[in-house]
């Protein structure tokens, strides 16, 4: 456990994403988490038949976002829409989530797991929270106990995000209302991010919405599960006593989110079949079995995802340092996240992201390069 | 002068909008600011080509914005694109300028005019800081000696909207110059909104980038200008030493704007010919004239707008309330925005919109209802 106040640098993922596009040969990218399949066909049409409406559809919508989009995303979430505020994507929404539990005025400490998405700790500092990094079991899933030890009156939220990035664990639901219990004794917040939602591969996860308490905010994005993260159409639902503060906040910030973008995500949310998810997933499936399979023959350790779409590597004698990450692209021409880049605990691995199609060639410069080295 | 620390309320746009849709009568709506007529037909073309687009198009651009929009800006604007950020509208630009004046750490007052546009004191009491309100003078415009004297080492910022919502002055150049210089002794930004700069009737209207100056953070849209204030796609250009700050907190709060309509206005500005804008202002001048006639025939005071698309009147006898207001819905079936709303100054007047074909209906309205009474 660790606590630092660091300035809420841009995150590394521009800088690995830089170094491989100026990198002198072909580099498969495994480091960007952006989708690079084919979003709903009814979202296409969505925005099609938007690019023909009256200008008074081309005006700002309600600042808590498009109601025909609020209606159809709580009715999937089984919560009035009166909690759910539409965001400029899940980044926004976490970032109303941490604020209001600031505004809260009951702590100013943001517990997070080690490893973390780097968005949270920059915002809890540009937020002038404290932060402070619980690891996780080493299967990637959280560490209740080391949460609950590490809480205090001084927590004003605990972040969790299941299917989780980086480790790919799905968080048992019992994990989550655990923490839960724990957020409502020191009167903080619980924060679920479920970006990952429609990446379960386990049949396991169940939404912390499902748990219906106080002290919960969830918070999710169609960018994921839509492949459509430039669209920035993502939500927040609160607890009730919450929701007016966090909505002044939106209104103030963004005034609303983008109309054609939130008509295309409620037009496809209506007309899009679930075969549509399904078949991404198997895509994911088949790349995690592809990846996984070369990490075998090198004799690699890796974490097989139970969610999410990234695989975590261990690689004898070679750290997950950003020295290590730049010699993978210049050597092996692939591009994957540093491990310190998340934190302490795995700053052995590397993630590779599985949003592209060759994950199958940059399998076999992996095999070249590990075993050739 | 005031000093006020209000909680940041929800600003009452909404209220009297809703209480016009609530009417048991027609009601013209002169409320909202939403423009009523056609965007340009480039942006329609624009958003359609887009939806056909490849898979990683509809990924996260650069988080500063669209590279090519940026192109398209920083050009039009002759400034360094390295210096702008594409934002949510100019809502989020100005939660950035007003946030990096914060961050400075050098004053947490923010200057405002009275009356003023009410999201502003609304932003400034969010992060954190105080307001101040400077009356204008009768005309509308700035009072520089008045903000002169306001200014003080506690001074963050001084914030500026030309050409002026609600008062329709456009300010002189020497005047914002006047205080730039201001701004610059105290040690304070110098914010100017210059979201209505394609709504110039005067011919006047130079853009604070022209003073080239340091402590100068300069914002806009394309909300007005095009039409599309539900698209949300703004911009701020901020000083070198300001920019990285501005960009990283964009980052943490939004990741980026919505691409789609970032994609959209870029393709109408290359596209769209000034005969566009001019022929929207042609419209603004024609409802100028026909509200403004009645209110001669009435006998009510009102500003002519130098600017910008509202009147401001004054009627005898008849404050401009929140009582007033909705009397003015219920009785004359016209709904406009009571002047206490922006302040003290004009709490006398009545903001009229001009984003209504109706404005001949409305002022037949006015005209029955004042004469009558």
Chains 1, 2 share one sequence.
């Not at 002038?128 to 809480?151: F, I, K, L, N, Q």
């Not at 599960?225 to 910030?253: C, E, K, N, W």
């Not at 491990?339 to 076999?364: H, K, M, N, Q």
Request: with cysteine; hydrophobic share 40%.
């Amino acid at each position: 456990m660790t606590e630092t106040d660091e300035a809420y640098d841009e995150p590394l993922f521009f800088r690995v994403i830089q170094y491989a596009e100026n990198a002198d040969r072909d580099v498969v990218d495994m480091v960007s988490g952006n989708p690079d399949w084919e979003p709903p066909a009814a979202l296409r049409d969505g925005l099609r038949d938007y690019a023909g409406a009256d200008p008074p559809e081309f005006q700002y919508q309600a600042s808590e976002g498009l109601g025909e989009l609020r209606e159809e995303i709580a009715a999937r979430r089984n919560v009035d829409s009166s909690r759910l505020v539409a965001t400029n994507g899940a980044g926004e929404a976490n970032y109303l989530a941490m604020a209001a539990a600031m505004e809260r005025g009951a702590g100013t400490e943001f517990l997070l797991t080690d490893p973390v998405y780097p968005y949270y700790p920059g915002k809890a500092t540009m937020l002038g929270g404290s932060v402070t990094r619980v690891p996780v079991h080493e299967d990637g899933h959280v560490d209740v106990a080391g949460m609950r030890a590490a809480a205090s009156e001084d927590t004003g939220a605990i972040v969790l995000n299941t299917p989780n990035n980086p480790t790919g664990a799905v968080y048992d639901i019992d994990a989550v209302a655990a923490l839960a219990d724990v957020a409502a004794e020191v009167d903080a917040l619980l924060v679920v991010d479920e970006v990952y939602d429609h990446f379960d591969f386990t049949g396991r996860f169940e939404s912390a919405l499902t748990l219906d308490r106080d002290h919960v905010v969830v918070t999710s994005s169609f960018s994921k599960s839509m492949g459509i993260t430039g669209f920035r159409v993502g939500y927040a639902v609160f607890p009730d006593d919450l929701v007016d503060a966090a909505r002044t906040r939106h209104m103030l910030v963004n005034v609303t989110g983008s109309r054609p973008a939130q008509t295309a995500v409620a037009h496809a949310l209506r007309e899009t079949p679930p075969s549509y998810y399904e078949s991404i997933r198997d895509t994911i499936r088949e790349r995690i079995d592809a990846l996984t399979a070369a990490l075998d023959a090198i004799g690699a350790d890796y974490t097989t995802p139970e969610g999410a779409f990234y695989v975590l590597a261990r690689f004898a004698d070679f750290p997950g340092t950003m020295a290590n990450a730049e010699r993978l692209i210049d050597e092996a021409g692939v591009a994957g996240m540093p491990g310190e880049t998340f934190g302490d605990a795995y700053d052995d691995w590397i993630r590779f992201s599985l949003c592209t199609d060759r994950v199958d060639e940059a399998a076999a410069r992996l095999t070249a390069y590990f075993e050739g080295s």
